[in-house]
């Protein structure tokens, strides 16, 4: 089993920040409206992954949204066959290599996409995304990004001693940030579950009933044993470096939920 198998399996037991929240849901539902000039005319959404949040915005009902992911499972379990008001489309496919005409997009959408590709690759995607939108388009996505001062495993470890984290996803993102090495670098899933059973889960069960973390929440740490994959977090400046060549930056917006400040959805136009 892959790690998005796996993935796929625990999908209702991820919760925020991993997933968009409805305030982020709102947001970039009022940037697309400014795209959509008439309910009449044929709309091209690209969903890069399968997030549901996004497939189940209320999109005009002329709209075609196709769905690209590489695994299987997430386009079979997670991707909604049916919404409201469209039939998505899914297939599977390489985001570095999108099997679309070239400006024939007009909008290309996508939640934390970057973080499942290294740094190398960050570039590649970037063309590829630009290559398939329309130039009156857009190109709407949330990042997670780390900190311009990367905040110690130790002082992470106490905080969640002491109580203060909100809930589980939070500290597996704190976790993963803290073990980051430079943008090249990234982090390996299995030296972020391997941090959580060695300091954080060993004793603590009595600060587990205290916090009420449901265990099936828990477990989807489970996913990151032993693999192989390894996620990249960029800073606010990187993210603007790379993509600043090729779009320009219309908004940005940061959510006031925990970690909020490392999850800011963009909103870029083509170059």
Request: glycine share 4%.
């Amino acid at each position: 089993m892959t790690l998005w198998d796996n993935q796929a399996k625990r999908w209702a037991n991820i919760g925020s920040p991993l997933r968009p929240s409805p305030i982020d849901i709102q947001t970039s539902s009022s940037w697309i409206k400014h795209l959509i000039t008439t309910d009449e005319k044929p709309f091209t959404v690209l969903l890069l992954g399968v997030t549901p949040e996004i497939a189940h915005i209320r999109w005009p009902k002329n709209t075609r949204l196709i769905a690209i992911d590489n695994n299987f499972s997430m386009l079979k379990s997670i991707l909604p066959s049916e919404t409201q008001t469209i039939k998505p489309q899914g297939f599977v496919g390489d985001w570095l290599k999108l099997p679309l005409a070239d400006a024939k997009v007009d909008l290309v959408i996508g939640d934390g996409c970057f973080t499942c590709i290294t740094e190398n690759n960050y570039e590649k995607m970037i063309k590829e995304i630009r290559r398939v939108i329309s130039p009156a388009g857009a190109f709407i996505i949330r990042f997670f990004i780390r900190p311009n001062i990367t905040e110690s495993i130790g002082s992470v470890h106490q905080e969640f001693l002491s109580g203060k984290i909100e809930n589980f996803h939070v500290l597996k993102w704190r976790i993963a940030m803290a073990l980051h090495g430079s943008l090249n670098q990234g982090v390996s899933l299995n030296s972020i579950w391997e941090s959580w059973n060695t300091l954080f889960k060993k004793n603590n069960q009595s600060l587990f009933k205290r916090l009420q973390w449901p265990q099936s929440v828990i477990q989807t740490i489970d996913n990151y044993k032993e693999s192989s994959v390894y996620y990249t977090f960029p800073t606010l400046q990187e993210v603007r470096t790379r993509l600043n060549s090729y779009f320009k930056e219309q908004d940005i917006f940061f959510p006031n939920y925990a970690l909020g400040e490392r999850c800011p959805t963009f909103n870029f136009i083509p170059l």
